[in-house]
Structures are given as structure tokens and as C-alpha cells.
């Protein structure tokens, strides 16, 4: 952990508009573990909220459901004053086309409806990288420009990347309708180094061009986390997407190299040296505060366990 990660999460709990209690969806997921990790560590009260219980959730208080069934997410939000939304089906694989699509908006609209009738007013969501439709898409899409950024137009042609895109929608909408913050988090491929990023950094730097259709893009775990708590935290008001990633990206190759070569006639409006990812950060820096704290090292040598 960077001294200045473990500076910010050190003080991110300690003020008095930190949360009474937060409820945390997908609880039993790697990244719900992760995100009631930090609130653990931060004395923050959290409720998690998953179809099934495994045991051990570092959560006071954990509730069996569905986050698209209303009377189960409104028994898991008493006594809450914070929703971090992270139940999803994380790819389009891994349902049909109607179970993605459906399931996974129909749990973001009825988590932040009930959120937003019990007086929840600060509300984090899971959005995804995917929204911008390349990642899952057939074939190869470019993005308009990089550094990509939150005005970037969609191209989406899936139905993942699809209710991401309705999950943006459906919480700029609650914002308005219940006076909330509701920050949509734009998470690339998350893990830590000793599962999904050391296999896909293997990959990549095996074949480059796997990394395409994602622009070479990650975030540790941790940082995800922390950014999802700084979103529930930090003084933002109204509706804000933003992209959350590491400054880096995973490949080993210089990263205008790998343009020159996969995206050579994209539009490029800023220098990019060395590994710096292709993402405009700004957004996330000036309103959540955020930079990452967990780089992605091939030899581990700066990493140490949380």
C-alpha cells in the first residue's frame, strides 16, 4: 500500500460525515468483500446484502436476498444512511441476454427507489468500463478519442454494457427524484495481483492485442473499495459517472506504442508516455479525491498485504 493510499484511508473514516452504517450489495463478491474489508477497518457499521450468506463477510449484520426484490433490500436498509450498489451479473456471459439485462436493472432501480424512500441521500453504484459497448462487442470498436473521457459516446452492443448504461440512466434520475448523490463508478477489470491481474498481465504481455477491445485498462481491488467508499463520503451532490482506474495500464508495452499499433487512426488529444493509462482520470481526482494506491507490480516488490 502507498503511503498516500493509506494517508487517505486512514482520515476517510475518522470525520463526522462519515456514515452511520452502510448497506453493501453483492456483498459476497470480490469486490463487496473488499469494500466491507475497508469499512471494517475504518469502524464503519456496515450491512451486506447477497443472495447467499458464505459465512465470514466482515459485515455486523448480513441479509440473505435479492437486491431486485424490494422487501428484502428495505429489511437490509434499517438504520442505514449509505448504499454502495454492487450486486450485478458481471458479464453477458453469464446469463441469457433477458437475465443480464433485466436482473441487473432491476436490482439498480429498486436499490436506490427504497434507498431514496428511507431518506438515503449519498448512494455509490457499479457502472463499468463496459458501458462505453468495446469491450464485449464482436468485433473490435475504437473509441472516438483517448484519453477517453465521460463524454466519450456510447457504443454499446451488448446486453451487459447495455444495463450499465441504463444503471448511469436510472441514477441520474433517482438523483433528481429523491435530492441523492448518486456517483456511477466506470471500473475496468478489477482483482489483485495474485489472481485475475497477474493472469491477465501474463496474457497481455504474451499477446498485446487481448487487450484491445479494454484499452489495457485495471483497478486493484483496494482502490475499488476505496473509491466506492469516497463516493458515499466525499461532499458531492446530484449525479456524477465516473471512470475509476489505475494511472497505469496492465500491459508491459509503452502505451502509445500500442495505440500506433491496435488504434491508429483514433483521435489522440493529450500525450500519453510511458504506461500511462488512456483514460482522462480528472474527473475522478476532482471530485471524489481519488488517485489509485495498488499498482500492478510484475515482481510485487511494493505491495503489501491489506
Known sequence: ?????????????????????????????????????????????????????????????????????????????????????????PAPTLGTPEEVFCGNTRATFVVLEEAGRAGVRRAAVASSFSVLGLPWSPRVLRPAYVPVDEALPLQVEDPYGLSKQADEATSSMMARRHGMSVVALRFPLLGGPGDKLGKTAARYADDPGSGVKELWTYLDLRDAAHAAFLAVTRPVSGYHAVFVTAPDILAPQPTEELLDRFHPEVERRAPLPGRAVPIDLGRAERLLGFTAGHP?????????SS
Open 1 to 89: 500500500m502507498t503511503k498516500r493510499f493509506a494517508d487517505a484511508v486512514s482520515t476517510d473514516g475518522a470525520g463526522p460525515d462519515a456514515p452511520r452504517r452502510v448497506l453493501v450489495t453483492g456483498a459476497a463478491g470480490a469486490l463487496g468483500r473488499a469494500t466491507l474489508t475497508l469499512l471494517a477497518r475504518l469502524g464503519v457499521p456496515a450491512t451486506g446484502l447477497d443472495l447467499y450468506d458464505p459465512g465470514g463477510l466482515p459485515a455486523d449484520r448480513v441479509v440473505t436476498g435479492d437486491a431486485g426484490d424490494a422487501a428484502a433490500v428495505r429489511d437490509a436498509l434499517d438504520g442505514v444512511d449509505a448504499v454502495i450498489h454492487l450486486a450485478a451479473i
Open 296 to 304: 500492478y507490480t510484475r515482481d510485487h516488490a511494493v505491495e503489501e
